[in-house]
């Protein structure tokens, strides 16, 4: 009570500056809930195989033992919900983070449903077979649950509460649309609600950001956050995501054939993990067969551009060469890559 | 199918999962056994004395102990090392860095239990791997 009544004496600013402190602690103390989670939930379903792995165990205690492992992971999940829930947003290391929407909503569905109030119906239909959006599932976690809480807000006095949530897809676009029943806003709340710290929930409960911020990070992604015409009993946001770009080769439906003369068994264990991961076929390494990337090490870049005598691969696309360029006897079409930097040979593949 | 012996070094401060884990890799064919590291500070040190088949890298340590400097370490003195990182906050930065500190795989704290192992097994075979919940 003391708390409140300092507070409203304290400039507007501050006491934004402190809601948005305040919901910082709350994301970290979720962050931290997260991980202990996940610290404890890894030895029971360890500790789970081993049991089940007994085979003089009675049928009864089979079930039991599913249900069991269920019901963990289940608070795996949650615990998944939570981590997407604290990360920050606008954490430029996350850029290049895609959602697969399906898995991103399993991660979430705990949590929405938690948000609402009880009894609530949360309906999805979101497709298994979307496309990959662009953008990170943290980003998309945190705009979903703003828009979830305003609905609870909204359906407090609604008899049977209903969230729905349904994706749809438009040319390089995936639309998921999240609907409430909680009898839609008025006039000037519709006019005004992605202006920054324009609220209509009580001082203190709310800070007035989360729909210009949501907008705000879809745009930064190439989306967007648009509140669509009034529907009859609520209503409804659309968050609009650009979908991750694939390589004309990929769209015709070819597989790009790569070919690998790597020594470092590393190096070669995760070219074959991001050459399996994109889908793309691996060429026979010293084989005439055609290729439409090679990718090398320096040892081997003679026998890949023909200075060596013994060159004996085919090459007809691109080459990568890992390591340092040796300006003597590189030609124009050799792009180098540092064999540290993984992220550029994984841009190249994709 | 034929399975290699095969040993597992855990750098982790969670003594519920080393035990879990090993009672767990019982079970799998060819595990040969596993090593713990007590004291964080001479991971390296152990690591070069065992040489395991795998090592399980926790990036989540406490006191402030730096799991990319163990890695790269661990890389630097031991090439031939098989270091798969572990975390609970995966995201892609941090692939990245662990990759490019010389990990031979990633795995997240999200996945089921299965697939832990099914990734210690292939970096065992000279495999990489990332295992996200995702």
């Given at each position: 009570m003391?708390?409140s009544a300092v507070?409203?004496?304290l400039?507007?600013?501050?006491?934004?500056?402190q809601r948005?402190?305040?919901?910082a602690?709350?994301?970290?103390?979720a962050s931290?809930?997260?991980?202990?989670?996940?610290?404890?939930?890894?030895?029971?379903?360890?500790?789970?195989d081993v049991v089940?792995a007994?085979?003089?165990?009675?049928e009864?205690?089979?079930n039991?033992l599913?249900?069991?492992?269920?019901s963990i992971?289940?608070?795996?999940?949650l615990?998944?919900?939570?981590?997407l829930?604290s990360?920050?947003?606008f954490?430029?290391?996350?850029?290049?983070?895609?959602?697969?929407?399906?898995?991103?909503?399993?991660d979430?569905?705990?949590?929405?449903v938690?948000?609402?109030?009880p009894?609530?119906?949360?309906e999805?239909?979101?497709?298994s077979?979307?496309?990959?959006v662009?953008v990170?599932?943290?980003?998309?976690?945190?705009?979903?649950?703003n828009?979830v809480?305003?609905?609870?807000?909204?359906?407090?006095?609604t008899?049977?509460?209903?969230?729905?949530?349904t994706?749809r897809t438009?040319?390089?676009?995936v639309?998921?649309?999240?609907e409430?029943?909680?009898?839609?806003?008025d006039?000037?709340?519709?006019?005004?609600?992605?202006?920054?710290?324009f609220?209509?929930?009580a001082?203190?409960?709310?800070?007035?950001l989360?729909?210009?911020t949501g907008?705000?990070?879809?745009?930064?992604?190439?989306?967007?956050?648009?509140?669509?015409?009034?529907s009859?009993?609520?209503?409804?946001?659309t968050?609009?995501?650009p979908v991750?770009?694939s390589?004309?080769?990929s769209?015709n439906?070819k597989?790009?054939r790569?070919?690998?003369?790597?020594?470092?068994?590393r190096q070669?264990?995760?070219?074959?993990l991001?050459?399996?991961?994109?889908?793309?076929?691996?060429v026979?390494?010293?084989?005439?067969?055609?290729?439409d990337?090679?990718?090398c090490?320096?040892?081997?870049?003679p026998s890949?551009i023909?200075?060596?005598?013994?060159?004996?691969?085919n090459?007809?696309?691109?080459?990568?060469?890992?390591?340092?360029?040796k300006?003597?006897m590189?030609?124009d079409t050799?792009?180098w890559?540092?064999?540290?930097?993984?992220s550029?040979?994984?841009?190249?593949?994709? | 199918?034929?399975?290699?012996?095969?040993?597992?070094?855990?750098?982790?401060?969670n003594v519920?999962?080393v035990?879990?884990?090993?009672?767990?890799?019982n079970?799998?064919?060819?595990?040969?056994?596993?090593?713990?590291?007590?004291d964080?500070?001479?991971s390296?040190e152990?690591?070069?004395?065992?040489n395991?088949?795998v090592?399980?890298l926790?990036?989540?340590?406490?006191?402030?102990?730096?799991?990319?400097?163990?890695?790269?370490?661990?890389?630097?003195?031991?090439p031939?090392?098989?270091?798969?990182?572990?975390?609970?906050?995966?995201t892609g930065?941090l692939?990245?860095r662990?990759?490019?500190?010389?990990?031979?795989?990633f795995v997240?704290?999200?996945?089921?239990?299965?697939r832990?192992?099914?990734?210690?097994?292939?970096?065992?075979a000279?495999q990489?791997v990332?295992?996200?919940e995702?």
């Amino acid at each position: 009570m003391f708390k409140s009544a300092v507070s409203d004496e304290l400039p507007a600013e501050e006491r934004h500056l402190q809601r948005l402190q305040r919901m910082a602690t709350l994301g970290t103390l979720a962050s931290g809930l997260g991980h202990d989670l996940r610290n404890l939930v890894m030895p029971v379903l360890l500790r789970l195989d081993v049991v089940a792995a007994t085979t003089e165990l009675p049928e009864k205690a089979r079930n039991d033992l599913a249900s069991i492992r269920q019901s963990i992971l289940r608070l795996q999940r949650l615990a998944g919900g939570l981590r997407l829930l604290s990360s920050d947003p606008f954490d430029q290391r996350d850029e290049a983070q895609l959602t697969t929407l399906h898995e991103w909503w399993q991660d979430l569905q705990p949590i929405v449903v938690d948000a609402l109030p009880p009894h609530s119906i949360v309906e999805a239909k979101i497709g298994s077979d979307l496309p990959v959006v662009a953008v990170p599932p943290g980003a998309l976690a945190q705009i979903l649950i703003n828009l979830v809480m305003n609905s609870r807000q909204a359906m407090e006095r609604t008899t049977s509460p209903k969230l729905t949530l349904t994706t749809r897809t438009e040319q390089a676009r995936v639309m998921l649309d999240v609907e409430d029943n909680g009898g839609g806003m008025d006039e000037e709340t519709r006019r005004r609600c992605f202006e920054p710290y324009f609220t209509t929930r009580a001082r203190g409960y709310a800070t007035g950001l989360g729909l210009s911020t949501g907008r705000a990070l879809l745009n930064r992604y190439g989306g967007d956050l648009v509140l669509a015409p009034e529907s009859e009993t609520g209503t409804v946001f659309t968050l609009i995501m650009p979908v991750r770009i694939s390589t004309p080769l990929s769209e015709n439906g070819k597989h790009r054939r790569v070919r690998l003369l790597i020594s470092d068994p590393r190096q070669l264990a995760m070219l074959r993990l991001l050459i399996r991961h994109r889908g793309l076929e691996e060429v026979a390494a010293h084989t005439t067969d055609p290729a439409d990337l090679t990718i090398c090490d320096v040892d081997a870049l003679p026998s890949v551009i023909g200075t060596h005598p013994s060159a004996t691969t085919n090459v007809s696309g691109s080459i990568i060469a890992i390591g340092t360029p040796k300006t003597d006897m590189t030609p124009d079409t050799v792009r180098w890559v540092d064999p540290k930097d993984f992220s550029i040979l994984d841009d190249v593949l994709h | 199918m034929e399975s290699a012996a095969f040993t597992v070094m855990c750098i982790d401060d969670n003594v519920l999962l080393v035990d879990a884990l090993e009672r767990r890799l019982n079970l799998e064919p060819g595990f040969a056994g596993l090593h713990r590291v007590e004291d964080l500070s001479r991971s390296v040190e152990s690591v070069t004395r065992m040489n395991p088949s795998v090592v399980l890298l926790d990036v989540d340590l406490p006191g402030g102990v730096d799991a990319m400097k163990i890695l790269e370490q661990i890389a630097q003195k031991l090439p031939d090392s098989r270091v798969l990182v572990f975390t609970g906050y995966p995201t892609g930065d941090l692939v990245r860095r662990a990759m490019s500190h010389g990990a031979w795989g990633f795995v997240s704290k999200g996945v089921a239990s299965d697939r832990l192992i099914a990734a210690i097994r292939r970096v065992v075979a000279g495999q990489a791997v990332i295992e996200l919940e995702e």
